[in-house]
C-alpha cells in the first residue's frame, strides 16, 4: 500500500494520476517522469534554458536511442550509447562524456528515489522498477584538473594584433566595396576587442548594458570605462550569476578609445532608441552570443589563425597576459571572476620568454656579484 500523496516538487502523485486508464500507459509514464524531474530542478532554482531543457533533451535522445523506458534500461545501452557518441563525433570530448553521463545519472537517481513513488509506481504499472545505469566502473574518470583540446590556448600578443587588424581590416573592406554592414562590422570588432581587454566570457559581455560601465576614481583618465560591471557572470550549483567589478588596467588604455568610438559614432547609428543593451544589432536588439562567435570566427579565418581557437581563448589571453605584465595573483584571479586560483591557473599559459625573464631576474637577485651584463 502507497503512502499519501508527497509534497516533494516531482513526486509521482503530482504528474502521473493514480487510478486512470491510460491508452498508452508506457509513453504517459515517461512523460510523467520528465515532467516531474523538470520539476524538481525547478525546486533548486536551475536554469530552465541553460540547464534543465539541455538535460530533459539528452533523456529524451537516450530513450529514442534505446527504443526503450527507463524502467527498461540497463548499464548495457548506457555504454552503447556512448559508445555510438565517441564513434559518430570525433569532437565528442572527455568533458561532454562526463556531461552527458552526470545528466543521465542524475535522471535516474531522480527516478530510482523511493521518496518521488516511481520504483513503487512503475512496479504496479510493468512489474519493473527503474534502475541505475552508470556506475563508478562505466563512468568517465576524472583525473586531471583540466580535460579540454590542448590546442585550445591563449593567444600570442602577435596573433591578438592580427585577430583585431582582421576585424578592422572587414570594416575597411565593406566600405570601399559600398556593401551594408559596415556598422555591424565596427560593432564587432569593437566587442572583440572588449572581450580582451577585460578578459569577459561570451555571455557576460552579451549582457553588457550602458549601465555597467563605470568610473574609477584612481584611474580618472580612463573616464567611463575605468571599470566594467559584471552582472551575469557563470554561475554554480543553481546560485544566481556572480557579480564582479573588472578594472581597465594601463597595458590595455586603447580600449578607452575604441568603446568611446563605439558609443559616439557606431551605436547610435543602429537607433537603438531606450534599449539598454552595449552592443545593438541591426534589429535594435541584444547582440546573441552565436553572433559574437560567428564575429571571432570570422575575424579568425581572416587572420589565418588556427581553427581550433574560440572565443574563450580570448580570455584565456587575458589572464596570462596580465600575469606576464607582472600583476598579483590574487588582483588576476579577482578580475576573471575565478573563486579558486587554481582554476586561474589553468587558464594561464605564458610564454616562454616570460619564464627565461623569471629566471634571469632570481640569477640576478642572488648572484649579482658574479652576473656580468652582457655588452
Same mark, same amino acid.
Given at each position: 500500500?502507497?503512502?499519501?500523496?508527497?509534497?516533494?516538487?516531482?513526486?509521482?502523485?503530482?504528474?502521473?494520476?493514480?487510478?486512470?486508464?491510460?491508452?498508452?500507459?508506457?509513453?504517459?509514464?515517461?512523460?510523467?517522469?520528465?515532467?516531474?524531474?523538470?520539476?524538481?530542478?525547478?525546486?533548486?532554482?536551475?536554469?530552465?534554458?541553460?540547464?534543465?531543457?539541455?538535460?530533459?533533451?539528452?533523456?529524451?535522445?537516450?530513450?529514442?536511442?534505446?527504443?526503450?523506458?527507463?524502467?527498461?534500461?540497463?548499464?548495457?545501452?548506457?555504454?552503447?550509447?556512448?559508445?555510438?557518441?565517441?564513434?559518430?563525433?570525433?569532437?565528442?570530448?572527455?568533458?561532454?562524456?562526463?556531461?552527458?553521463?552526470?545528466?543521465?545519472?542524475?535522471?535516474?537517481?531522480?527516478?530510482?528515489?523511493?521518496?518521488?513513488?516511481?520504483?513503487?509506481?512503475?512496479?504496479?504499472?510493468?512489474?519493473?522498477?527503474?534502475?541505475?545505469?552508470?556506475?563508478?566502473?562505466?563512468?568517465?574518470?576524472?583525473?586531471?584538473?583540466?580535460?579540454?583540446?590542448?590546442?585550445?590556448?591563449?593567444?600570442?600578443?602577435?596573433?591578438?594584433?592580427?585577430?583585431?587588424?582582421?576585424?578592422?581590416?572587414?570594416?575597411?573592406?565593406?566600405?570601399?566595396?559600398?556593401? $551594408?554592414?559596415?556598422?555591424?562590422?565596427?560593432?564587432?570588432?569593437?566587442?572583440? $576587442?572588449?572581450?580582451?581587454?577585460?578578459?569577459?566570457?561570451?555571455?557576460?559581455?552579451?549582457?553588457?548594458?550602458?549601465?555597467?560601465?563605470?568610473?574609477?576614481?584612481?584611474?580618472?583618465?580612463?573616464?567611463?570605462?575605468?571599470?566594467?560591471?559584471?552582472?551575469?557572470?557563470?554561475?554554480?550549483?543553481?546560485?544566481?550569476?556572480?557579480?564582479?567589478?573588472?578594472?581597465?588596467?594601463?597595458?590595455?588604455?586603447?580600449?578607452?578609445?575604441?568603446?568611446?568610438?563605439?558609443?559616439?559614432?557606431?551605436?547610435?547609428?543602429?537607433?537603438?532608441?531606450?534599449?539598454?543593451?552595449?552592443?545593438?544589432?541591426?534589429?535594435?536588439?541584444?547582440?546573441?552570443?552565436?553572433?559574437?562567435?560567428?564575429?571571432?570566427?570570422?575575424?579568425?579565418?581572416?587572420?589565418?589563425?588556427?581553427?581550433?581557437?574560440?572565443?574563450?581563448?580570448?580570455?584565456?589571453?587575458?589572464?596570462?597576459?596580465?600575469?606576464?605584465?607582472?600583476?598579483?595573483?590574487?588582483?588576476?584571479?579577482?578580475?576573471?571572476?575565478?573563486?579558486?586560483?587554481?582554476?586561474?591557473?589553468?587558464?594561464?599559459?605564458?610564454?616562454?620568454?616570460?619564464?627565461?625573464?623569471?629566471?634571469?631576474?632570481?640569477? $640576478?637577485?642572488?648572484?649579482?656579484?658574479?652576473?656580468?651584463?652582457?655588452?
Amino acid at each position: 500500500m502507497r503512502n499519501g500523496p508527497s509534497e516533494l516538487a516531482g513526486n509521482v502523485d503530482l504528474v502521473l494520476a493514480d487510478g486512470v486508464t491510460h491508452l498508452d500507459p508506457e509513453t504517459a509514464a515517461f512523460g510523467a517522469m520528465i515532467e516531474g524531474w523538470r520539476l524538481q530542478q525547478r525546486a533548486r532554482f536551475l536554469n530552465e534554458a541553460g540547464t534543465i531543457r539541455p538535460r530533459l533533451r539528452l533523456v529524451r535522445r537516450f530513450a529514442e536511442f534505446t527504443n526503450q523506458y527507463p524502467w527498461q534500461w540497463t548499464p548495457a545501452e548506457a555504454e552503447a550509447f556512448m559508445e555510438e557518441l565517441r564513434s559518430s563525433n570525433d569532437t565528442f570530448s572527455v568533458s561532454s562524456a562526463r556531461t552527458y553521463q552526470a545528466a543521465l545519472r542524475m535522471f535516474c537517481e531522480y527516478v530510482t528515489d523511493a521518496r518521488y513513488g516511481w520504483p513503487q509506481r512503475c512496479w504496479e504499472m510493468f512489474e519493473a522498477s527503474p534502475a541505475q545505469i552508470f556506475h563508478e566502473w562505466n563512468s568517465v574518470v576524472h583525473c586531471a584538473e583540466f580535460e579540454g583540446d590542448p590546442r585550445r590556448r591563449p593567444l600570442t600578443y602577435d596573433e591578438v594584433q592580427a585577430l583585431f587588424d582582421a576585424a578592422d581590416g572587414q570594416v575597411e573592406e565593406i566600405q570601399a566595396q559600398h556593401r $551594408k554592414g559596415a556598422l555591424a562590422a565596427m560593432r564587432d570588432s569593437a566587442v572583440l $576587442k572588449t572581450v580582451y581587454a577585460f578578459g569577459l566570457r561570451r555571455q557576460e559581455a552579451c549582457c553588457l548594458d550602458l549601465a555597467d560601465l563605470r568610473r574609477n576614481p584612481r584611474a580618472a583618465d580612463f573616464g567611463r570605462f575605468g571599470a566594467m560591471f559584471v552582472r551575469f557572470g557563470k554561475a554554480s550549483r543553481g546560485s544566481p550569476p556572480k557579480r564582479r567589478t573588472v578594472l581597465a588596467v594601463p597595458e590595455f588604455d586603447w580600449i578607452v578609445e575604441v568603446l568611446e568610438h563605439y558609443l559616439q559614432e557606431v551605436r547610435p547609428a543602429f537607433s537603438p532608441k531606450r534599449h539598454p543593451a552595449l552592443w545593438i544589432t541591426e534589429r535594435c536588439s541584444r547582440l546573441s552570443r552565436r553572433r559574437l562567435d560567428e564575429a571571432f570566427e570570422a575575424a579568425r579565418a581572416r587572420a589565418g589563425l588556427p581553427k581550433e581557437l574560440d572565443l574563450h581563448c580570448l580570455r584565456h589571453s587575458y589572464i596570462t597576459h596580465l600575469v606576464e605584465f607582472g600583476y598579483p595573483e590574487l588582483f588576476v584571479q579577482q578580475q576573471a571572476g575565478h573563486s579558486y586560483a587554481s582554476t586561474t591557473a589553468i587558464y594561464t599559459g605564458v610564454s616562454d620568454e616570460y619564464r627565461n625573464r623569471l629566471v634571469e631576474r632570481a640569477l $640576478k637577485a642572488r648572484f649579482a656579484d658574479l652576473w656580468e651584463e652582457q655588452p
